[in-house]
């Protein structure tokens, strides 16, 4: 068979794949948030750390997802649902009053390791440019985390 030939047939075989994809929607929801419950609402948050969590984790760990146009397009819709749902059950900033203080310190700690090794924000980082962190939005959250876990100790 000649090149040119089967070229067309793997275009048409791929428009076609690309088009069935589009049909296989995953949900975007965004459950409603009880703003008395989310981390912006706990008491002694700093405001800088809730700003930064807001501008580079919110999407994927938060109820207030801003679903890029981007995800309406099979695969990335499919990849985007996924973070969101897999990132919302590892911690989610809306649901903050749900988990034990214990929990939370966790997080925290955990949170600073991530942004640390730069686990998180990740990859997402390269598609949206403002959820990149600098050292001192690294340290605003490590910060918070060692203030919890003096907290939890009885005082600095
Ligand atoms: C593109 C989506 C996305 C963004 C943006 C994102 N995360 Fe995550 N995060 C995930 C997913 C998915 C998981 C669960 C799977 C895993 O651990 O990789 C996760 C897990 C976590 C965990 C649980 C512990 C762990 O390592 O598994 C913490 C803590 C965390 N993220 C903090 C953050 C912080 C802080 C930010 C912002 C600086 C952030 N994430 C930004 C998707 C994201």
């Known amino acids: ?3 040119s030939r089967r070229l067309k047939q ?5 428009v076609v794949v690309f088009a069935a994809a589009q049909l296989v929607r995953p949900e975007r929801a965004n459950p409603a948030t ?3 419950r989310t981390i912006q609402a706990h008491a002694g948050t700093a405001t800088e750390l809730v700003a930064v969590l807001d501008r580079a984790c919110r999407d994927c760990h938060s ?12 695969p990335l819709s499919w990849l985007m ?8 059950k590892a911690v989610n900033f809306s649901e ?9 310190r966790t997080l925290l ?3 600073c390791r991530d942004v640390t090794a730069i686990k ?8 949206h440019p403002q959820t990149r962190l600098s050292a001192q939005d690294v340290e605003t959250i490590c910060a918070a985390a060692r203030q919890a876990k003096g907290d939890a100790a009885g005082g600095p």
Do not use: C, H, K
């Open 1 to 3: 068979m000649p090149i």
């Open 10 to 14: 793997a275009a048409v075989v791929f």
């Open 34 to 36: 009880d703003v008395s």
């Open 63 to 74: 109820n207030g997802t801003v679903w890029p146009r981007y995800t309406q397009v099979a």
């Open 81 to 88: 649902a996924y973070g969101v749902r897999e990132g919302r």
């Open 96 to 104: 903050w009053a749900a988990y034990p203080p214990e929990r939370q």
């Open 109 to 111: 700690v955990e949170s």
């Open 120 to 127: 998180m924000p990740g990859p997402y980082t390269l598609l």
